[in-house]
């Protein structure tokens, strides 16, 4: 075991997708009896993704049951043992609509979508996924309802999401970060020509302080992994952070160390450490 003067961790926190699981959506072998490990020794594991709550099952069902989840890359605080939305915080409608006037005009031809926070992960009441006609989907997407971007916008949401299919999500976002300025936080989880707008302030890292405080959870041994840009203030905020072998050179710069891929159990082989 490297001498990092870390450790043992008794709070875990981790991205999913390109971290926990692959393109399978299945947690690794080593990964899984790693955290099963932790979890009997004590320590909480949170999972801290841009998924809305209802992406969450079919991961999390994998391990023994985990309390609490940040989704939307922070702006949802999610109780899974309850199925309640603890908190989310939006962008309302007048900056939704700024918002999408900047997209129109710095990326020509994007399609515009949005995600709704209810009150559960599966809350009938409350359309999840808006998006207009011409929004075409970075990942499948079965809640899918399309909406007028007048309707689109009308509501507040969680995140608005830009798709330019072809433009690598790096340069959409040198195109719309220095416009968008204070008015949202800015950020991807995929190059694959998607970026994703939040309110100011929203982070991964905001949201796990912020349930940290709701649900008393311990913060003076925290280890976070992650592989992408909407990772780096999460990799930052905890006391030691971990990229994953691939990841976007960002989050590498933001860890303090580097652990092989998902597809080489990369949390499991770092937490195997202590569990």
Known sequence: MPDTGFGPP????????????GDDNL?????RAALERALAAGAVVVPATGR??????EIIDQLPPLPYAVCANGAVLYDVSQDRILHSTT??????????????EQLPGCGLAAERAGNSAHDAATAPFVATTDYRHAWLNPDHVELSERDLISQPAVKMLVRCPGMPSAEMAERMRPLVGTVADLTYSTDN????????????AAGLQTL??????????????GDMPNDVAMLQWADYGVAMG?????AKAAAQEVTTTVGDDGVGRILSRWF
């Open 10 to 21: 008794n709070l875990i926190v981790c991205d999913i997708d390109g971290t926990l699981v």
């Open 27 to 31: 947690i690794g072998p080593m990964t």
């Open 52 to 57: 809305p709550p209802r992406w969450l099952a």
């Open 91 to 104: 962008l309302d409608a007048p900056t939704l609509a700024w918002l999408a006037g900047l997209a129109h």
């Open 193 to 204: 020509g998607l970026i994703e707008l939040a309110a100011p302030g929203v982070s991964k």
């Open 212 to 225: 940290a405080g709701l649900a008393a959870l311990p913060t003076d041994s925290v280890i976070a992994f």
């Open 246 to 250: 691939d990841a976007h050179p960002e």
